[in-house]
């Protein structure tokens, strides 16, 4: 689904709860970064990057709160405080929230965002999931913190995957099915995770990033797994990608619970 200035939203609708993630649509920075860059150190400038946020703050009505990203598997549960832009940012790679007007917020220009939701908005969390994070469990500690926060088992979450990379574009080496437990040449009879890689010869395989956050949530117990069809780097006018371009914006994936 699409909403304003074609940036996605998730097709699920859940009382009290808002989600998007942003495009490159809808700011206004320029070149490489145009035009709705929110990452602050990525080289763009700062000015403009402000006026971005901005822009994404008043469209989804709530306070963002962002991360210090760092590829790993940290959940942080924040509040009304930590919006507060003279907050240092907290170092983590997921996060969650029981209180209105917080959007919990990740950034991501291949990797993937990956949204939660608890009935009737009790909780709700994002998490960047990047094939290190996603490798080391980020996923699976999301899901536990949003249940655990909103009293609720992981089979009543709703998840949404947005855009990163696709399975067409996400080339890797040998590190990476190690790190999902695939030794090279093994079957999805030996190794689960096997299924999400196809070889691409001379030691390379192309790596499925959203199937495979897609079976750890499922595994994790999250019934309802929405999204993931969208490929950042085969879609270069609509969205940022690190892998495809190197010097790029940062897309924000955010969700949030409406004040009441």
Same mark, same amino acid.
């Given at each position: 689904m699409t909403g304003d200035a074609g940036w996605l939203a998730p097709e699920w609708r859940i009382a009290g709860v808002g989600a998007l993630m942003t495009t490159r649509a809808g700011g206004v920075s320029s070149g490489p970064y145009a035009s709705m860059n929110v990452g602050v150190a990525v080289g763009d400038d700062a000015a403009t990057v402000a006026e971005n946020r901005r822009r994404f703050a008043a469209r989804i009505g709530a306070r963002p709160v962002f991360l210090r990203q760092v590829h790993g598997a940290r959940v942080v549960r924040v509040e009304a405080i930590d919006a507060d832009p003279d907050r240092p940012l907290h170092e983590a790679d997921a996060v969650f929230t029981t209180a209105a007007g917080v959007a919990c917020t990740v950034q991501a220009a291949d990797c993937l965002p990956v949204l939660l939701a608890a009935?009737?908005?009790?909780?709700?969390?994002?998490?960047?999931?990047?094939?290190?994070?996603?490798?080391?469990?980020?996923?699976?500690?999301?899901?536990?913190?949003?249940?655990? #926060?909103? =009293?609720?088992? !992981?089979?009543?979450?709703?998840? +949404? $995957? @947005?855009?990163?990379? &696709?399975?067409?574009?996400?080339?890797?080496?040998?590190?990476?099915?190690?790190?999902?437990?695939?030794?090279?040449?093994?079957?999805?009879?030996?190794?689960?995770? #096997?299924? =999400?890689?196809? !070889?691409?010869?001379?030691?390379? +395989? $192309? @790596?499925?990033?959203? &199937?495979?956050?897609?079976?750890?949530?499922?595994?994790?117990?999250?019934?309802?797994?929405?999204?993931?069809?969208?490929?950042?780097?085969?879609?270069?006018?609509?969205?940022?990608?690190?892998?495809?371009?190197?010097?790029?914006?940062?897309?924000?994936?955010?969700?949030?619970?409406?004040?009441g």
């Open positions: 009935p009737d908005g009790r909780a709700v969390g994002a998490a960047h999931a990047g094939w290190r994070g996603l490798a080391a469990g980020v996923l699976e500690a999301a899901v536990a913190a949003v249940s655990d #926060a909103a =009293r609720c088992q !992981p089979s009543e979450l709703s998840a +949404w $995957l @947005g855009a990163c990379i &696709g399975p067409g574009a996400f080339e890797v080496g040998a590190d990476v099915l190690l790190a999902f437990a695939v030794p090279p040449g093994s079957s999805a009879d030996v190794a689960p995770a #096997a299924r =999400r890689f196809r !070889p691409q010869g001379a030691g390379k +395989w $192309l @790596g499925d990033l959203a &199937g495979l956050a897609r079976d750890r949530l499922l595994a994790a117990g999250v019934q309802r797994v929405d999204g993931g069809g969208w490929c950042t780097v085969g879609d270069p006018a609509r969205f940022f990608s690190y892998r495809r371009d190197g010097t790029t914006g940062r897309m924000a994936a955010a969700i949030w619970i409406a004040r």
